[in-house]
């Protein structure tokens, strides 16, 4: 009787040893999300949306010099860059001609942790940098559109390399991408949409980030909340995983108002995913909706609320972990288009 229990025991600690060895591509993404922090926000954004960067106005000095700030920390962080057609990796260059010679050159920045067992398939994590510049000596700084989201990002490739650096490699690629030309009309999402350096067939969602650093009129007596669009139009599946991501780690009221069809606002279409769904790649954009210092030159960062754009980033790093990690892909199952 003893020496069967010891073998049991010796069978059962091989047993939780090898599903413990199992979990370790898993790790619970706590440990990483730890890394994402007000006091790192607060440093990016403090710099992003200085003067010094003269409001990032697509094809100015200003934008050249967030492109530059955004490349050399990608490279700090050893994180590649994605565009391996010449010597700059983390430019995706987009010529004045796609923009019919209104604003100079521009750049898309792009920069991709692989996956370890499905390396073709992507998951996009992307904020707009650009912004609206200077008018009449007045510069535009942009702290929370989209400042808040391009920080964001650069967070979220943070835990991500943390966790690659543990041995926790995601099972998917992530690709991190910061587009310029979005105030000009979302023209660098559909630069990379036309132009895609990874395949949009292959590429499992978008998560996309614009404004989430502030909070809006209807939510003066409670920050605990974002607006979440378009979530579920292409993908229930997509929906279930962003809910259940905010149910376990994080606990913001998410906010569909305007997710709605009829939204006179139209937000769905005026972000950057927007190139992604109408390519029926499931998307979800995060918002903290409008207030007074909307494309004004007060949008500045200590107007910002860090810890809520801590938290709010936590839930797009939760999401992305689990659409980076989870067995299958989301599904499409109400698709707008015939394939
Ligand atoms: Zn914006």
Redesign the pocket.
């Known amino acids: 009787m003893k020496r069967l229990a010891l073998i049991c025991m010796i069978a059962m600690t091989a047993y939780s040893c090898k599903s413990t060895q199992n979990q370790t591509h898993q790790q619970d993404p706590v440990t990483y999300a730890k890394s994402i922090t007000s006091a790192d926000l607060n440093d990016y954004l403090s710099v992003l949306a200085s003067d010094e960067f003269e409001g990032r106005e697509t094809g100015t000095p200003g934008q050249k010099k967030a492109a530059e700030f955004l490349s050399n920390f990608y490279s700090s962080l050893n994180i590649a860059g994605g565009d391996h057609t010449d010597d700059t990796p983390y430019l995706q260059e987009i010529p004045s001609e796609f923009y019919n010679d209104r604003f100079g050159d521009s750049e898309n920045i792009i920069a991709i942790i692989e996956g370890e067992e499905l390396p073709n398939e992507y998951v996009v994590i992307s904020a ?1 940098y650009d ?1 609206l510049g200077m008018k009449d000596d007045e510069i535009y700084n ?1 702290a929370d ?2 400042g808040s ?1 391009t920080v964001g990002v650069m967070e979220i490739a943070e835990a991500f390399k943390k966790a690659y650096r543990d041995g926790n490699k995601p099972k998917r690629s992530i690709i991190f991408l910061h587009f310029t030309g ?2 000009k009309g979302l023209l660098g999402s559909k630069y990379y949409t036309e132009n895609p350096i990874y395949s949009l067939d292959n590429t499992v969602a978008n998560l996309n980030i ?2 989430i650093g502030r909070r809006d009129d209807a939510h003066q007596n409670n920050g605990n909340y974002l607006y979440l669009i378009g979530s579920d139009r292409l993908s229930s599946e997509l929906h279930q995983i962003s809910e259940d991501a905010n149910a376990t780690y994080v606990n913001l009221d998410l906010d569909y108002k305007y997710n709605a069809e009829d939204d006179p606002n139209r937000f769905y279409f005026r ?1 950057d995913h927007y190139n992604f769904a109408k390519f029926d790649i499931p998307v979800i954009f995060y918002f903290n909706g409008v207030h007074a210092d909307y494309h004004k030159p007060t949008d500045t960062v200590e107007k910002i609320e860090y810890n809520l754009l801590e938290k709010r980033t936590k839930l797009v790093f939760y999401t992305a972990w689990e659409l980076a990690n989870r067995d299958e892909r989301p599904i499409v199952d109400n698709p707008t288009l015939d394939k």
Do not use: A, F, L
């Open positions: 707009h912004h942009g559109d989209d989201g979005e105030e614009d404004m972000s």
